[in-house]
């Protein structure tokens, strides 16, 4: 062959490779769109549009998929490794909301870095998740979602080898730790202002039987 025909084929190549990483970013798009809308409707607690999310992400997950492997560079891609990350994030979140339990990993198909890497990011919506509990007066709740909070934290520390491994998670992990410290203070500071409104609501009642009685 000559040169000319071997730049040829790389032209060829190259240009294959740039459609299938244009087709790899929308699909990509799309599903980063979808896990939004999975996890602001498992906050509102509408779990049937979560479930539908959560499907359509699978539908668009296993074209992804398919795109990848025929070209494993993309694999790299920043826009598709976070749509990855993002669906490991979308199902973790659900599941700890819907039934209170960590997903298995094996039940997803993203990789195990992106799965730790989407563990650590529900430590954000978690801490929504506890202010809204707390606007809506459910502190029982809010202490349990501290705790898992404060469990993927705890996890994540003991198994430190994970952050030398994984690239970006001792950064989220030290996110993470200033979000708990946050969330900790406000709901402190809730639940004893809950107690003193009770103390006062109990002396008021307290009071009007005494004077009842006089």
């Known amino acids: ?3 000319n025909e071997f730049l040829r084929e790389i032209e ?4 294959e490779l740039d459609e299938a990483r244009n087709e790899a970013e929308s699909l990509s798009r799309k599903i980063i769109r979808e896990t939004k809308k999975s996890i602001i409707s498992t906050h509102q607690e509408s779990f049937e549009s979560s479930e539908a999310s ?6 668009l997950l296993k074209s992804l998929r398919e795109v990848v492997q025929k070209h494993p560079e993309l694999i790299s891609n920043n826009l598709v490794n976070t749509a990855f990350q993002e669906t490991a994030e979308a199902y973790i979140y659900y599941n700890l909301v819907r039934w209170g339990r960590f997903v298995d990993p094996k039940s997803m198909d ?8 989407g563990l650590a ?5 978690l801490r929504r998740r506890v202010l809204d509990l707390i606007r809506a007066g459910r502190l029982k709740e809010a ?30 992990c030290d996110v993470a730790r200033a979000i708990i410290e946050s969330t900790r ?11 003193l409104e009770d103390g006062i609501k109990r002396l008021a009642e307290l009071l009007e039987r005494r004077l009842d009685d006089m």
């Open 1 to 3: 062959m000559s040169l």
């Open 12 to 15: 060829e190549k190259v240009r």
């Open 54 to 59: 959560l499907r359509e992400i699978n539908r």
């Open 110 to 117: 993203v990789s195990p870095s992106q799965y730790v890497l």
């Open 121 to 125: 990011d529900c430590v954000g919506e």
């Open 143 to 172: 202490e349990e979602s501290l705790k898992t909070m404060e469990e993927i934290l705890y996890e994540l520390n003991l198994n430190s080898d994970l952050q030398v491994l994984i690239p970006g998670l001792r950064r989220k």
């Open 185 to 195: 203070g406000d709901l402190a500071l809730e639940v004893r202002r809950k107690s």
